[in-house]
């Protein structure tokens, strides 16, 4: 049962792959290039229609071939359009065709058992078959011929509703992702079973998975809606242009004002109590980097996520640049605007950062809710990617990408946006060193050009190349010290009663005897 199960889903997940998310090489076809998405929808929906309703053999068979003719005079290689079509039609076929055969009486042309195949049944599921593949096939044809973005805006033209877009750009997504997990599952199961496994335990063991699969859903979902909540996206509205500004913006002194952030006294906790950090007293200078340090589940990943306004503290105040923040104050638009314009942040899981049909889109989504031009968005896209070193990723699909290369799509995707301070978590994750040194360069320029930055680590050596200043959350899941970063990752006390220490018994082969120490001293 294991092995038809996971021969089954990988055949969906491939099915997925070839039909929508291989990656498009020429994005303006020919012949629809110069049709407005909106029309181009509008016209699959009169299509379908009226397929759905025809009674005429010979009508419907022409129908189906229609989008195979329009796809060659778009320029559309013939192959690669019967291919992806075909990989639907067969299935929709037998789930829903060859039923007909059977069940609708008529005159017996012969039979199979207890069944009989009825001349009526044959010719209900011929049409069946008809209206099937011409519908599938004008899909097909929308669906290479339109960028997913000019989808979602030609819904947005049409007034469906906002949720249900939402809804549909994450499926998208993440039912290829959540589809390659279930694979990921199987597979590991499968090289840790020796021999045969009962019905039973096979059934049990499938089932957690799915389980496992409904929990990350919702994991993901959440993650993926803070993500584009986090560069600009409002699911209630579209927020204001750029030209509209935020009418406090001109009180705030820039200059002046030495403190990003200041926190005080604050708390906040996860649903069921769950500890999530606690801060005293904390502020974070402009213009510097610091660098926030702690074990795992120390709460660093909080903290930036209260930084950016993704989640709200139960107690105690933050605030930014004058301003206390409160999910209220998000209500006016041009606050949203101001913030989501000042403050950048890059998630630590690549995977829900990165939600985007390919990369270009990626790197302009940000931008684009923030309402800029065209012109200047393709300029910001063209400087990030040749800043990172991914130009040739540019048309690729982020899912398809490896783990570095998404975290670099990552990173470029908020350098697009621009804003004055980069909340960054776990940036190196990843990377190869020669990453990790583009990394630091970027970072540096950054410092250069007066942007803040706070970067979540627990990379000793980036910290040193990078921190002005450090937090070091403890396992209590507030700060042990915050200081120089230099002062602080000298503090071999501080680092080993903070679990940042390195620590083993067996020596390195030409290298520190010491039972305790960092990797952050060079030799």
């Known amino acids: 049962m294991a092995g038809f199960i996971e021969k089954n889903i990988r055949s969906i997940t491939e099915f997925l792959e070839q039909a929508i998310f291989i990656e498009r090489k020429d994005e303006k076809k020919k012949l629809l290039g110069s049709i407005n998405p909106t029309a181009r929808l509008i016209l699959l929906v009169i299509f379908i229609t009226t397929v759905s309703l025809v009674k005429n053999l010979t009508i419907l068979a022409f129908a189906t071939l229609l989008p195979i003719i329009i796809a060659i005079l778009a320029g559309i290689k013939i192959l690669t359009f019967v291919k992806r079509v075909f990989i639907f039609i067969p299935l929709y076929t037998v789930i829903i065709a060859t039923p007909a055969i059977f069940i609708i009486e008529g005159k017996t042309i012969f039979t199979i058992g207890p069944l009989s195949v009825t001349y009526e049944g044959v010719r209900a599921a011929g049409f069946l078959v008809l209206r099937v593949s011409a519908s599938i096939s004008a899909t097909m044809l929308f669906i ?14 049409l007034r469906i509703p906002e949720g249900l877009i939402a809804i549909i750009a994450l499926s998208y997504r993440y039912i290829h992702l959540l589809l390659k997990t279930l694979l990921e599952l199987l597979t590991s199961r499968k090289s840790r079973v020796m021999g045969e496994l009962p019905f039973r335990e096979n059934l049990k063991i499938f089932s957690h998975s799915i389980a496992f699969i409904f929990i990350k859903t919702l994991y993901v979902a959440e993650g993926v809606q803070m993500a584009m909540e986090s560069r600009g996206y409002n699911i209630y509205g579209q927020l204001p242009s750029s030209t509209d500004g935020y009418a406090g913006e001109s009180k705030i002194n820039y200059t002046n004002n030495e403190h990003i952030f200041t ?23 402009k213009g510097k980097c610091t660098v926030l340090l702690g074990a795992n589940g120390s709460g660093k990943s909080t903290l930036l996520k209260l930084l950016d306004a993704l ?25 949203q605007y101001f913030f989501r314009r000042s403050v950048g942040f890059i998630f630590q899981d690549p995977d829900i950062h990165c939600f985007s049909p390919t990369v270009e889109e990626e790197l302009a989504f940000g931008p684009a809710q923030l309402g800029l031009t065209d012109e200047e968005i393709s300029k910001r896209i063209d400087r990030a990617l040749q800043m990172l070193k991914i130009e040739e990723l540019r048309k690729r699909y982020p899912y398809n990408l490896s783990g570095g290369e998404k975290k670099r799509v990552a990173i470029a995707s908020i350098l697009t946006v621009d804003p004055e301070v980069y909340l960054m978590d776990e940036p190196a994750e990843g990377l190869d060193p020669e ?25 000793l050596t980036l910290a040193r190349h990078i921190g002005d200043k450090a937090i070091i959350l403890n396992e209590n899941k507030s700060i042990a010290k915050y200081g120089s970063a230099e002062e602080l990752l000298n503090d071999m006390e501080l680092l080993k009663r903070t679990h940042l220490i390195h620590f083993h018994r067996v020596p390195h082969k030409k290298g520190r005897k010491e039972l305790y120490h960092t990797h952050y001293r060079e030799e």
């Open 435 to 459: 990453v990790e040194g583009i990394l630091i360069v970027l970072i540096s320029e950054l410092l250069q050009r007066g942007k803040t930055v706070v970067v979540a680590t627990q990379d």
């Open 311 to 335: 989640i709200f503290p139960q107690k105690g105040e933050l605030i930014f640049m004058g301003r206390k923040l409160a999910e209220k104050l998000f209500e006016d638009k041009s606050f």
């Open 144 to 157: 290479m011929t339109t960028r997913w973005n000019e989808l979602l805006k030609s819904l947005e033209a």
């Open 263 to 285: 926190l005080h006294d604050i708390k906040y906790n996860y649903p069921g109590g769950i500890k999530g950090v606690e801060i005293a007293d904390l502020s974070i200078e």
